[in-house]
């Protein structure tokens, strides 16, 4: 099975169908099931300029020379503060900065959304949002697609896209552009085969300015047989398959992008080929692979294992993915609720190839739940919610979910620097932004209730 895909403004899910390319991202996305809770791109700059304007809480303690160093919370939002042991410490409207022990731990409440940070070193820093500027948005192009009678066309610039033949309008911005330079892929599909067209380099000018005319070449057809971009999965148990997605980049986004189904080949192996990709498109390659048992009955859920990696310009094919680089997944997750939560797993995986763990629990309605996220050192097998006001979370009595995250990346050292909601922004969201790191993950779901169920029992 071959899923062509194109790249769109707020980014996508290799297990979503893609959102019209090139729609605005809304303030607030809803979160639906573990893994696909999309986070509005401004968060970053909405974050710093909070932490810019907003002064510490006149409440906070003022730091001891005989007490453990401060810590910095560089978030913002109500916080507060526990020692080892549970103890509620303090509170500070973040940014802020506490005496807090080391091992303490931290939690705070934006919106709908509750984080927790475990095991907290002395005198660390929590400064988990990372800056991008908002994207300049540039002239638009103009094209006029010729038809290709029973096939189905698509054209992409990375920041928009369009279907059918005719005339049509596409965005520019500089997520899309490297070097001041776009470019524009049009594919036309029927029956697995097609043809497509290629401009490399456009050069657009400020958005004030009417769309550009793109004249467009004559359509080529793709390469068949051996030339088609192949992928081969060594390692591969007998009770695995697994997804690959390729993504040809242009600065910040996938000009084309294509998922395939790894199909067991010889004996420990598996093949995905891709039909309708070239090796040239794009200005650089992100290959993000997932992996799950073929007995999973709902692959949404299923336990995965990732890992996104840059590859080499132009696409070698066949490339060869090693599957024994994959972190090994969290095994035995059981959930334990009352007063609090609870969550016991236990990691295969030494410590040393894991920078932390994470688990998100979930309540409420399934398709907008209340979240908390923990985020702790490689080493837990345990997580307890800590007692928290009521004023940061209100979490219901019988949770929806709770997803147990193992997570490397080579970029981001210490469990304490991390991203705000890593695996949406790292792998799920728009892995050609964060291209390299790995994650393996176990998702637990509340038994489901029989529709005839008496409410009374």
């Given at each position: 099975?071959?899923?062509?895909?194109?790249?769109?403004?707020?980014?996508?899910?290799?297990?979503?169908?893609?959102?019209?390319?090139?729609?605005?991202?809304?303030?607030?996305?809803?979160?639906?099931?573990?893994?696909?809770?999309?986070?509005?791109?401004?968060?970053?700059?909405?974050?710093?300029?909070?932490?810019?304007?907003?002064?510490?809480?006149?409440?906070?303690?003022?730091?001891?020379?005989?007490?453990?160093?401060?810590?910095?919370?560089?978030?913002?939002?109500?916080?507060?503060?526990?020692?080892?042991?549970?103890?509620?410490?303090?509170?500070?409207?973040?940014?802020?900065?506490?005496?807090?022990?080391?091992?303490?731990?931290?939690?705070?409440?934006?919106?709908?959304?509750?984080?927790?940070?475990?095991?907290?070193?002395?005198?660390?820093?929590?400064?988990?949002?990372?800056?991008?500027?908002?994207?300049?948005?540039?002239?638009?192009?103009?094209?006029?697609?010729?038809?290709?009678?029973?096939?189905?066309?698509?054209?992409?610039?990375?920041?928009?896209?369009?279907?059918?033949?005719?005339?049509?309008?596409?965005?520019?911005?500089?997520?899309?552009?490297?070097?001041?330079?776009?470019?524009?892929?049009?594919?036309?599909?029927?029956?697995?085969?097609?043809?497509?067209?290629?401009?490399?380099?456009?050069?657009?000018g400020i958005a004030e300015l009417d769309p550009l005319d793109v004249p467009l070449p004559d359509w080529t057809d793709f390469p068949v047989g051996d030339e088609r971009v192949r992928l081969d999965t060594t390692g591969l148990p007998d009770a695995v398959t697994g997804v690959v997605g390729l993504y040809a980049v242009r600065g910040h986004l996938a000009?084309?992008?294509?998922?395939?189904?790894?199909?067991?080949?010889?004996?420990?192996?598996?093949?995905?080929?891709?039909?309708?990709?070239?090796?040239?498109?794009?200005?650089?390659?992100?290959?993000?692979?997932?992996?799950?048992?073929?007995?999973?009955?709902?692959?949404?859920?299923?336990?995965?294992?990732?890992?996104?990696?840059?590859?080499?310009?132009?696409?070698?094919?066949?490339?060869?993915?090693?599957?024994?680089?994959?972190?090994?997944?969290?095994?035995?997750?059981?959930?334990?609720?009352?007063?609090?939560?609870?969550?016991?797993?236990?990691?295969?995986?030494?410590?040393?190839?894991?920078?932390?763990?994470?688990?998100?629990?979930?309540?409420?309605?399934?398709?907008?739940?209340?979240?908390?996220?923990?985020?702790?050192?490689?080493?837990?097998?345990?997580?307890?919610?800590?007692?928290?006001?009521?004023?940061?979370?209100?979490?219901?009595?019988?949770?929806?979910?709770?997803?147990?995250?193992?997570?490397?990346?080579?970029?981001?050292?210490?469990?304490?620097?991390?991203?705000?909601?890593?695996?949406?922004?790292?792998?799920?969201?728009?892995?050609?932004?964060?291209?390299?790191?790995?994650?393996?993950?176990?998702?637990?779901?509340?038994?489901?209730?029989?529709?005839?169920?008496?409410?009374?029992?």
């Amino acid at each position: 099975m071959i899923l062509i895909t194109t790249s769109c403004g707020g980014g996508s899910s290799p297990s979503l169908a893609s959102a019209d390319a090139g729609a605005e991202t809304s303030d607030v996305e809803a979160a639906t099931v573990p893994g696909y809770h999309l986070v509005p791109r401004t968060s970053g700059s909405l974050a710093r300029r909070a932490v810019s304007d907003a002064a510490p809480d006149a409440n906070v303690p003022a730091n001891d020379a005989n007490g453990p160093p401060l810590l910095t919370v560089d978030w913002f939002g109500a916080a507060v503060f526990h020692d080892a042991q549970g103890n509620e410490l303090g509170r500070a409207n973040a940014p802020a900065k506490f005496p807090l022990p080391d091992g303490g731990s931290v939690t705070f409440g934006i919106g709908y959304e509750t984080f927790t940070f475990l095991d907290v070193p002395a005198g660390a820093t929590l400064r988990p949002f990372i800056e991008r500027a908002y994207p300049l948005i540039r002239q638009s192009i103009h094209i006029n697609v010729v038809d290709r009678s029973g096939s189905s066309i698509v054209a992409s610039t990375g920041c928009a896209s369009a279907t059918g033949p005719g005339e049509h309008v596409l965005s520019l911005d500089d997520d899309c552009l490297e070097s001041g330079k776009g470019e524009l892929f049009i594919y036309a599909l029927q029956n697995g085969a097609g043809a497509y067209i290629e401009v490399k380099d456009i050069v657009a000018g400020i958005a004030e300015l009417d769309p550009l005319d793109v004249p467009l070449p004559d359509w080529t057809d793709f390469p068949v047989g051996d030339e088609r971009v192949r992928l081969d999965t060594t390692g591969l148990p007998d009770a695995v398959t697994g997804v690959v997605g390729l993504y040809a980049v242009r600065g910040h986004l996938a000009v084309m992008g294509t998922m395939a189904a790894v199909v067991a080949s010889d004996a420990g192996s598996g093949t995905a080929l891709a039909d309708a990709l070239l090796p040239t498109t794009g200005t650089h390659w992100i290959r993000s692979a997932s992996f799950y048992p073929f007995a999973s009955l709902d692959g949404e859920l299923a336990a995965r294992s990732y890992r996104t990696e840059p590859l080499a310009y132009p696409l070698a094919s066949p490339a060869t993915y090693d599957f024994g680089t994959l972190l090994p997944i969290p095994a035995h997750l059981a959930v334990t609720q009352g007063a609090g939560a609870t969550i016991t797993f236990d990691l295969p995986a030494p410590a040393g190839d894991v920078d932390r763990i994470v688990a998100t629990f979930a309540w409420g309605d399934p398709k907008d739940p209340i979240l908390w996220h923990v985020v702790t050192k490689p080493t837990t097998t345990r997580i307890s919610l800590p007692n928290i006001p009521s004023y940061l979370a209100t979490p219901e009595a019988s949770m929806l979910w709770v997803e147990v995250r193992a997570e490397d990346h080579p970029d981001v050292e210490g469990w304490v620097n991390v991203l705000k909601d890593w695996h949406d922004t790292f792998l799920f969201q728009s892995p050609e932004q964060w291209p390299t790191g790995r994650m393996s993950r176990s998702v637990w779901q509340a038994p489901a209730v029989p529709a005839d169920a008496d409410a009374a029992d």
